[in-house]
């Protein structure tokens, strides 16, 4: 008997589902990350509800305030330990 599975689509993250989920990673909430940028809580629910993009400055202290890679906040890709583009 062959079964064949429909694989489906994987769904995009955005740099605002990144970031969202990067807030649960920390065990940070909207209002903290809002006070720590010191930015509005509106800014905030902007950027992780995908509505605005942020800029570089602010994806750089949320991966230093939340403790996920840069990298992966910024582009969804982490590449492993010494292989980084241009190390090999």
Known sequence: ??????????????????MRKALQQGSIN???MADYLGVSRESVSGWINNKVKPNKQTIMLWALKTG???EWLETGVVHPPGLEPGTH
Do not use: C, H, Y
Request: glycine share 8%.
């Open 30 to 32: 909207s209002t903290q």
């Open 68 to 70: 996920v890679p840069f």
């Open 1 to 18: 008997m062959t079964i064949a599975l429909n694989v489906g689509v994987v769904p995009k993250w955005e740099v605002g589902d990144r």
